[in-house]
Structures are given as structure tokens and as C-alpha cells.
């Protein structure tokens, strides 16, 4: 663990991150020596310390990073934590306070292997996400609407659980953004009052690969009429959704053409030649 550019095995007691999850944090892939999407995450990062306030010094960042490389082939992701700093009790932060920056790697999640033609189950959440306007899209440290979401998992071999907002209607996975398709058009929800705005989500938006539409309110109603729906997430990369379970009932969906489309992209991005 890098602290401030410096080697450590702790982090002050009086940091803001740990007192008041005052700060934003980003996953990255890494493949070999080379961060995948690094430019989306860090563009990311700064949105969010812009909106947070935080002052953080993103050209040490980035040395810092640099300084990592030789150790990336041994992992498999960089957490990047940005928290406001370390000083201060009370939930008014002073108003000159640096960053404080932390690096992490870990190895790679542990995923399912599916055959072609398959998929990964899901459930419906009985928990709702927070909403809040002015923190949606950014991958700020609070992240207790999923940790509280997460303790409903009915079984190991549930791959994901669906998340709603307060009226009801579905934004996002625990730790993925959805998409879904229906009639031959490719829908996904709007963050508009809360979750996160996926780095792997806006590629796909911004890629001209595919026509898709940002929906307000998507009810569930509207992904059991669906033909297919998929998951992505900048790490653990596509999955197309085999089947829904919710009060009881099971909706089964097929592995469509833009799910294999967008695992065919994401995986383009994990063998790329260079560094963005």
C-alpha cells in the first residue's frame, strides 16, 4: 500500500475516509503491466474530487501509479482512494486540507466460467438506494446502500442483485451498471438521482456501436418484457443475464447479439496494444 507516495501498512485514525467516507475511489483493471481504461477512471476520479471539493495533487498521483508498474504484473487491480484528509473532528472540514491519496492491488475477483450461450443469475433487491443528485454518477466511499443490499444474497451462485430507487424503479446492479433490449433497440437506466456512472457504461454510450436510449424510470416491469439483458463493470466485464428471480418468480432470458457484441468490445479493450 502506497500513502501519499510513501510505503505503509496503516492510515491515520483522523483520516475523513475512514471517519466520514469523505472521498471517492476507483477499481482498475490491470492486465499485465498496463491499467485498462486508466484515462476514463482518473478523468472520473476528478469529477468526483471536483463535486467533494477535495484538493488533491494528481500529477503525484500519477507518478505514483507509475511507480506501482513494475509490481502489476502479480495482481490484477489498483484501487485508487482519494479521501479529503486527515485532521479535525466534526463533519465541517477545515477549509485548507490535502488529499490524502492511497493505492492498493489485489488479485482478480473470482468470477464464473460460462460456456458460450450462457449466462449468470440475478435477483431483485428488496433494499433502495439513496438518492441524492448531487453525488449520482460519481464512485464516492459510501457505499452502505450496497453493503446493505449485498446481506440479502439469496445464495452463492446468484451472480448479481438488482438495485431500485425509492419510487421503485431499477438503476443498477450492486456492483455493475444493466442494460437491457427490447425490440431490437438497447436501453439502459438514467442516473439520474443516484448510482454510478460505470466507466465501461459511458464507453459503450460514447462507442457509436450501438444506438442506445437513457430511460428514466425503468420499472421492472419493463425487464421481464425484455428479450435480453446484460451487466458490465470496467473489472469483471460483460455478462449477459440467463435469468431474473424475484417474489418467487424466475424469468429466463437468452444471451442476445448486443451482449455478445459488447463482451466481444470489452474484451478488445483488455488486449489492447496501448495504455488507454
Known amino acids: 500500500m502506497l500513502v501519499n507516495g510513501l510505503p505503509q501498512k496503516t492510515i491515520n485514525l483522523d483520516d475523513r475516509g475512514l471517519a466520514y467516507g469523505d472521498g471517492v475511489f476507483e477499481t482498475v483493471r490491470l492486465v499485465g503491466s498496463r491499467p485498462v481504461f486508466l484515462s476514463e477512471h482518473l478523468q472520473r476520479l476528478r469529477k468526483g474530487c471536483e463535486k467533494l471539493g477535495l484538493?488533491?495533487?494528481?500529477?503525484?498521483?500519477?507518478n505514483?501509479?507509475?511507480?506501482?508498474?513494475?509490481?502489476f504484473t502479480d495482481y490484477a487491480i489498483l484501487k485508487i482512494l482519494i479521501s479529503r484528509g486527515a485532521g479535525g473532528r466534526g463533519y465541517r472540514p477545515a477549509s485548507e486540507m490535502s488529499a490524502?491519496?492511497?493505492?492498493?492491488?489485489?488479485?482478480?475477483?473470482?468470477l464464473p466460467q460460462l460456456q458460450a450461450g450462457e449466462g449468470v443469475r440475478v435477483f431483485v433487491c428488496e433494499y433502495?438506494?439513496?438518492?441524492q443528485a448531487e453525488l449520482a454518477g460519481i464512485k464516492h466511499l459510501n457505499r452502505l446502500d450496497q453493503v446493505m443490499a449485498s446481506r440479502e444474497w439469496p445464495e452463492p451462485g446468484m451472480f448479481e442483485g438488482l438495485m431500485r430507487d425509492q419510487q421503485g424503479y431499477i438503476i443498477e446492479g450492486t456492483r455493475s451498471n444493466l442494460f437491457y433490449a427490447q425490440g431490437g433497440s438497447l436501453y439502459t437506466p438514467a442516473l439520474k438521482n443516484c448510482g454510478v456512472a460505470g466507466i465501461f457504461r459511458d464507453l459503450l454510450l460514447q462507442s457509436?456501436?450501438?444506438?442506445?436510449s437513457v430511460i428514466e424510470n425503468v420499472s421492472l416491469q419493463a425487464l421481464l418484457q425484455a428479450d435480453e439483458l446484460f451487466?458490465?463493470?470496467?473489472v469483471t466485464g460483460v455478462w449477459p443475464v440467463s435469468s431474473l428471480e424475484n417474489a418467487g418468480q424466475t424469468h429466463h432470458y437468452a444471451t442476445g447479439s448486443f451482449a455478445t457484441e459488447a463482451m466481444s468490445?470489452?474484451?478488445?479493450?483488455?488486449?489492447?496494444?496501448?495504455?488507454?
Not at 100 to 110: D, G, Q, V
Open 208 to 212: 457509436g456501436e450501438f444506438d442506445i
Open 265 to 276: 468490445l470489452f474484451g478488445k479493450a483488455l488486449h489492447a496494444d496501448n495504455a488507454d
Open 128 to 131: 433502495r438506494l439513496s438518492q
Open 231 to 234: 451487466l458490465c463493470n470496467s
Open 55 to 62: 484538493n488533491c495533487d494528481f500529477a503525484k498521483l500519477e
Open 64 to 71: 505514483e501509479i507509475s511507480s506501482l508498474q513494475a509490481r
Open 100 to 110: 490524502t491519496r492511497i493505492l492498493t492491488l489485489h488479485p482478480l475477483p473470482e
